[in-house]
């Protein structure tokens, strides 16, 4: 019949545009993926390197002084992952953990919560009664029950007059001091000899570039934090999506627990695993669009923990590349997308979250969507594009 042809002849349209979709992408494919790309292993390794010489030299600058205890520096966001959307100037951040000097305290204050990805926090600097430390080393002074003018003239208040604004450490100093730190250590590292270095303006973070002899250059941010407990949680320096953000407000970050599960992800998987590989092409693909790194890192983040492992082999990636875009395209219909860390029960094990984070609900990353309806019709207006 003919309503039978018609559907026979409709099925053939739609073979040939799945086949032609494939063709196109395994074109992309080669495009992008079969080029030479970085080294980033290799680069990150030199990164880290370099910034423990940093630490050692600061901690020695830093030795019977009430600033801040420097811990071993992490590499965090994409290239530490092991992957880019970027293929020249990657900048390589890694995250210095702050501990607070002898009888002080840090104290985490939850400020509001961030418009998208995170909440916000302050964290204030508590100092310790050394009264009867006092009597027993004879000539130091009480934090908390000498005079603020003797204190002023006593080099012990270094924390609270150079880190703080009032109570609270201040992230934009803390970054100041961190380019300081760089600065009077650089000449003590054994790169100095052989590599350039120059300081980078300086906001929420310290960055600055090393150019070496073979004139390449690695732009390295060192943004500084403070753990939550014992997890892979943070509040750090990092910059946040409001306009303006009061330099005594750190940022909640899961960029340690996201380099973690990566890490844990590429153990895990087989050797010809190509994950990362269809990370990396979506994000070239979607640059200048709407949609971010961290929109397409939390997409495949899920799916990795929901398809295994096994299928993600260079053979099957034009199949997990669908799924990346068919994934997508139903959160940006339901206007949901949840962040991967918050009451999501496939998170690994060995990813150490605090106890709020398993029982909280979902965090909604799509929650602008949902709440403007001019913004989701321009959201599903570019996807169709795509």
């Known amino acids: 019949s003919s309503s039978e042809s018609e559907e026979v002849q409709d099925n053939e349209e739609e073979e040939n545009d799945d086949a032609n979709e494939l063709r196109g992408m395994r074109g992309i494919f080669e495009e992008y993926i079969q080029q030479p790309v970085q080294n980033l292993a290799s680069e990150c390794q030199t990164v880290k390197e370099l910034v423990d010489n940093f630490i050692l030299v600061f901690r020695a600058l830093l030795s019977n002084s009430l600033f801040p205890e420097l811990q071993s520096a992490i590499g965090v966001g994409s290239a530490f992952e092991g992957w880019s959307p970027h293929e020249e100037d990657v900048i390589y951040c890694v995250l210095v953990p702050m501990k607070p000097p002898r009888w002080h305290s840090f104290h985490l204050e939850l400020c509001n919560a961030g418009a998208m990805q995170a909440r916000n926090f302050c964290i204030r600097v508590e100092q310790e009664c050394t009264c009867m430390r006092e009597q027993l080393v004879g000539n130091m002074l009480c934090f908390l029950h000498h005079p603020e003018e003797e204190l002023r003239r006593n080099q012990n ?56 002899a073979d004139q390449k250059r690695l732009i390295i941010e060192i943004m500084s934090g403070v753990q939550q407990g014992d997890s892979d949680i943070f509040v750090t320096s990092q910059s946040t999506e409001a306009i303006f953000t009061p330099s005594t407000m750190w940022t909640e970050s899961c960029a340690v627990a996201e380099v973690k599960f990566f ?23 979607l640059v200048g669009t709407g949609f971010s790194d961290y929109t397409l890192k939390t997409v495949v983040m899920h799916l990795l923990t929901t398809i295994p492992l096994s ?3 260079r053979r099957e990636f034009v199949m ?63 996807f169709s594009e795509l």
């Open 311 to 313: 299928t993600w082999s």
């Open 320 to 382: 997990r590349m669908q799924d990346i875009m068919w994934y997508l395209r139903s959160c940006l219909e339901e206007k949901r997308l949840d962040h991967f860390f918050f009451g999501n029960e496939n998170v690994p094990k060995e990813i150490i979250l605090p106890p709020a984070f398993q029982t909280a609900k979902p965090l909604n990353l799509f929650q602008r969507l949902a709440q403007d309806p001019d913004m989701h019709a321009e959201a599903l207006h570019e």
């Open 157 to 212: 208040a270094s924390l609270l007059r150079t880190l703080c604004t009032g109570s609270y450490l201040d992230a934009r100093k803390t970054a100041r001091w961190f380019h300081q730190l760089v600065k009077a250590a650089w000449v003590a590292l054994p790169q100095v000899t052989s590599c350039h270095l120059k300081m980078m303006p300086f906001n929420r973070s310290c960055k600055f570039q090393v150019t070496q």
């Open 263 to 285: 890490s844990h992800m590429t153990k895990q998987a087989p050797r010809d695993t190509f994950h990362l590989k269809c990370l990396q092409l979506y994000n070239r693909i």
